[in-house]
Structure formats: C-alpha cells, structure tokens
C-alpha cells in the first residue's frame, strides 16, 4: 500500500540521520553516567577499607568502636595528640580520632584528616559513641534498654487504600505522585517534539516543492497519515531506545566501578535508607531504629509498587502517548501545509500550545488532588485528557470514566483528523501567500 | 481516438471560478498544448485530471472508460511547482517517487539504471539533492515523471530550469517518447516550443477556452493576407503602388534591396499580386506571412479580454 511506502521513506530518513543517532545513544548515555555516579557515591566509597588510629585519653571510650567491614580501628596507645600529625603520614591512617579526657561532660570528640572524612564514617563512630554512653547512662538510671525503648513514641500515618474488591493495600503518595506526574509529562514532551517534527516535515515537503509531485501519486491524505505514524514510530523507536540503553548502560557502568555489587543490588538499593547513610541520621535515632525505619520503607515502597496496577497504567500509557500524539500531530500538519516557512507558525501554534500548557498546569493539581472536579473534567476532555488522565491512573482512576475519556479521545482524533486533512489539502498547494484563520476557516468549509 | 477527454468541467474555488464549461480533447499518440496567460486555470485543470482536485461538475474520460483513481499510475506529471526532498539522495529518491507510482522495487532499479546511463548521470546516485545544480535537480525530475512509461505525460512549463542545451536534450526526448506512443499535454507560455512540438492546442482564458485545434488549421484561420516581398529596384515605385491597393506593414532597406511587408485589401490571388510586383522591379523573394503561435496568442487573448470588457 501507498501510504506504508510513504510511512517507511518518513521513518527510515529520520531515524538514519545522525543527529537521531547521535541523541539515541548520548542522552542514554548521560542519564547511565547519573545512576553510575549516584550509585558509585553510595557504594564506591565504602569499599575502601579505612584505618582509624584512636588517641584516647578517656582510656575508655575506644572499647565502644567496633572494627566494621571497612572501618578498622587502631588504639595508639600511650600516644598524646602532639604526635597526631606526625603518626597520620607514618601509618597511612585514613583518620585520627581524638577522644579528650572530658568526653562525658563536652560530648566533643575529634577527627583529624586530610581529606573530608566520609560522612558515613562520622555516623558510625558519633552512633557508636552515642549508643555506648547512652546505655552506660540507663545503666546509672536504673532502667534497662527494653525499657526506654518502650517509653519512645514514633507516629508514622500509613495511608490505606481500599481496592474495589475490598483488600486494603498501603500505598505512598509520594511514589505515586511521582509516577503520574512522569508520565503525564513524558506525553507532553512527546506530544510537542515529535508534533514539532510532523510540521517541520511538511513544510520541507512544502518549500522543496516535492509535495504536488507526490500527491499526483498519492492522496494527501495518505500521505499526512503517513508521515504521521511514520514519525509516532520515530518517537516510539527513539523511547525504546532509551529505555534499553539507559538499562544497559548502567548495568555496565555498575559493574565495572562497583564489581562488588551486583546491579540487583544497587537496583533495589532503598532510596530512603541511602538518603539517610549520606545524609546523617534524623535525631532521636540510634543504628538499630535505622535498619528498622530502612526497613518499614522498603516494605511500604514494595506495597505501593504492589498497590499500583502497572499492567493498567502502561496500557494506559500507551493509549494516552499515542492517542495525545495523534489528535495534535494532525493539527500541526494542518499548521505546516498552511504556512510558507517555519517563522510563520507562531500564529497558528498558540491553539495548540494553551491546551498543552493548561493540561500541563491542572496535571500539576491533578496530582495532589487526583479525584478533584478540575482534575476530573480535564481528564476527560480530549485535548487535556492525555496529560491530565494519566497524572491520575497510578491513583486509580473509575472504569467508566477512563472509557469515557478514551472514547472521546478517539472521536476527536477522528474529528481533528478530518479538520486537519482539509486544511492541508488545500493548504500544501498555496504558496507565497499570507493565510488567515478566516482564510483557513473557507478552507475547512471548502470540500472538493 | 482519443486518449483522454475532458468534458465540461466546471471548478469553482472559495472566490473564484477556475474553470469555466471547459472541455479539451486529447488525441492519442499527439502533443497537446495547453496554453493561456498566468491565472487563466491551466494548472487548475492539469490538477483535476492528475485528480488531486475533483471538479465540480463535468466528466473525465481516460481511454475508453471515466477517468479512475487507480489511473494516476498511467499519468506521468512533472508540476510546475516541482522540487526534490534536498536532504536525500537522489537515486533513493527516485526509487521512492517510482513506488509511489506502483513500480515494484527491481522494475524500477532495472529502469532507473538505464535513464541514468542515457542522461550519464550515474555519479549522482549517491549524492544528496541539495549538492546538485536546478538544471541537475530537472533531469532526475525529468526521469522520475517519465520512469513508469505512463501512456499519458503531462509536462507543466517543463524548459523552466533548463539550460538551451539540456533544454534542447528534453525536447528530442519528448519527442521520441511522442514516438513510442506516448500521449503529452504540453502547458507552456513559450509559444516557440509550441510550434515545435505541439499538434493540438487549446488556449484558456480566465477559465474558458477561448481557442482551440490543431495548430496548422489555427495558424492558417488566422492568416491576414499579408505577404513579404524582397526586391531590387526604386522603394518609392513600390510604395506608389501598392499604397492604393495594399497597407504597408514593414519596410526595411539593405543597399538597393528592399523588403516589404504588405496586407492585402482587395481580394486576389497570388499569381495576380505578383504580376504586379514584377513590373516595379526584380523579385528576389516573395512568401505568404503566417502568424506566429504568439502573434495568435496575443491577439486571441486581448481580443477576448477586450470582449469581456464590453459585456
């Protein structure tokens, strides 16, 4: 058929270009140095095995250090802190920790570097420290850990959400948010680039002059359907793309800088528990609450992860990307055949551009407030409804309502379609003159 | 017989009428030239018959049946409007253009391979559009339209581009593809290529054909009885005579040899005339004046927009 020769000549130019190529494989490149970065700052650093000399003049405090996988500790007995400098370049110490003999009372202790200590370093000894005064302390107060334990209060609110057949799942709103709100932007950028790219297609197709001699071949038709699957597929190929060498790329990344771990693990790295190794812990917590706090994340990650219905809002996601796509790549082909270079559109693009912007502003809002009447009503009108209905799907969103937006969805892109392919019908004809919306208005009402 | 025929066609646009009860005939194996000024609705109506407009009303035939969709791969159409995408490569391009016109891959290889021998342009296969010349850019144009052998060739102001000679190049390939069989339709404001090529002709003016037939039958209708006369002799003896009976159009003088241009008032035969003329001096030549195609298209033309004006 006519049009898929067309579809392949508009998919095969653009995807050999090198500058596709060269975006395909750079911006993958560049978000995989990111993971590998982030991943190499949590790992790398604490594979080196790090010697502490200690100078304790509390002659006690050293006990509570215990040597951890990568943190030794080394009493310089006898030493006083005078011979610190002198001792540091000696041994090859990682760090000197000072202990002063007043430690209970100034609660100061210091470490002497050349480098900027780790901060994961620093946790373990202030914990170490603070955990063994701290017992040293119940133990002159008469009560036992257990016991102090049991006088903490923590609140955590864990959010609930009833599925329609019932079952309760935890959900974080947190995570949610953040998937609605990547998705609805992912179409919004997909919908403007690769629309972009469908005018520029056409008004090349228009200032070479090739395009009477292809419709005197094909219809018009044909040919705008064409090129705009053809680019959808561009858009398609380059995503997927991504998505494989972004995978790819830090998969090796990883596992030449960290061989250590394997990329499983850096994979399922908690996020929460990572922030807070790099970040210091929140006051009022000891190592243990750590572990445990890391923990009921990881859990309640899992459950929202689990609460989510991924196979609904990838299916979903599809829809709305291709369907977005669709009813505006129509309309900026309708723009291209109308003008006669690329400086001319700026009329014409702002029917465009304020729907996008406003789906992109209630998404914003749609997000916070998922079943709220705005975001209700953009997620079901066409134009908005990409954007604004998928920031809603990881929330769970009614069946009747998705059906209702889908299928108004399709009715415009039929409509939208149509429309277009007046204007440009009659649009790729015309050259060096000035066109209205009155003028394109005639051209819309206008059948041959 | 005719190839192809076109049968009151009538095409109104938003704000204005196009084409106006418009038939033309196109016999088989002919060139036909499809000429009026700018605006007159040439390519209006050289679009209706590639069917990238409808008309209005009216009808279109193709060899023995109406004029159908899947006849575009019988037309070969090279627009005036015409361009390549500059960014591909020109033997990709050509294979891309060919399929378009339902050429399957190796056919069109095959025959792409022979043009580009012919025209020795076998080095630019792989070389992008935008690096060649307009004159190089017409040439594979020129293949593109005429590749898949389509029994009818429309050529829309195909010498524009072109220098005199690859100009001169298109013209015997015309020519010969005339010879093959192929029918053309010939839209030009070049009156000089008309004569040429072309057998028939039909002239449009704002929307309506204002002249048409074969173009000896119309240069002949439009004859005006005047002759040219070279001579040797006294210009004053001539002039005394033929100032009754004949209007002096032209003279020039070149030594004692004289020519001049005359249109005869009173109805007379050749043989008459220069009984005449023979008497005032020694004929060195002497031929009957035919109008040229745009001494034809000119007066055609204003005569019609003077009759408009009137109405």
Known sequence: MKTSIVLKREYLSRVRKRSFIVMTLLSPLIMAAFIVGYAYLIFAEDTEIKNIGIIDESMVLFESLHNSDIIKFELLAGKSIDDARELYTKDELYSILYIPANVVQSKRIQLFSEKQPSQAVVMYIENAIETYLEDKNIVDAGISREMLQSLKVKMAVDTIKWKEDGEEVKSNTGITMGLGYGAGFLIYMFIFIYGAQVMRGVIEEKTSRIVEVIISSVKPFQLMMGKIVGIALVGLTQFLAWIILITLFSWIGLALLAPDYSPEQVMQQNPASSVMATQGVPQGMNVTDISMEGDKIQKLIDSTLNSINFVAVILSFLFYFLGGYLIYAALFAAIGSAVDSETDTQQFMMPITIPLIIALLVMINAIQNPDGQLAFWFSIIPLTSPIVMMARIPFGVPYWEIGLSMGLLIATFIFTTWVASKIYKTGILMYGQKVSYKEIWKWIKYSS | MELFKAENIHKNFVDHVALNNVSIHVPEGSIFGLLGPNGAGKTTLIRIINQIFAPDSGELFFKNGLLRPEHVAQIGYLPEERGLYKKMKVGEQALYLARLKGLSKQDA???????????????????????????????????????????????????????????????????????????????????????????????????????????????????????????????????????????????????????????????????????????????????????????????????????????
């Open chain 2, 109 to 311: 290889l095959k025959r792409l391979k022979y043009w580009f021998e012919k025209f020795e342009i076998q080095a630019w296969w792989d070389k992008k559009v935008e690096e060649l010349s307009k004159g190089m850019q017409q040439k594979v144009q020129f293949i593109v339209t005429v590749l898949h052998k389509p029994p009818l060739l429309i050529f829309d102001e195909p010498f524009s581009g072109f220098d005199p000679i690859n100009a001169n190049l298109l013209k015997n390939e015309i020519l010969q593809l005339k010879k093959e069989g192929a029918t053309i339709i010939f839209s030009t404001h070049n009156m000089g290529s008309v004569e040429e090529l072309c057998d028939n002709i039909s002239l449009i003016n704002k929307a309506e054909v204002i002249l048409e037939g074969h173009i000896d039958t119309i240069r002949e209708q439009h004859k005006s009885n005047t002759f040219e006369v070279k001579f040797l002799g006294l210009f004053n003896k001539l002039e005394a005579t033929l100032s009754s009976e004949y209007e002096i159009v032209e003279a020039t003088h070149q030594d004692d040899i004289h020519s001049v241009r005359f249109r005869l008032i009173k109805q007379m035969t050749t043989n008459e005339l220069l009984t005449i003329l023979m008497k005032k001096g020694t004929i060195v030549g002497f031929n009957e004046v035919i109008p040229t195609m745009n001494d034809i298209f000119i007066k055609v033309v204003e005569g019609s927009n003077k009759g408009n004006d009137l109405l």
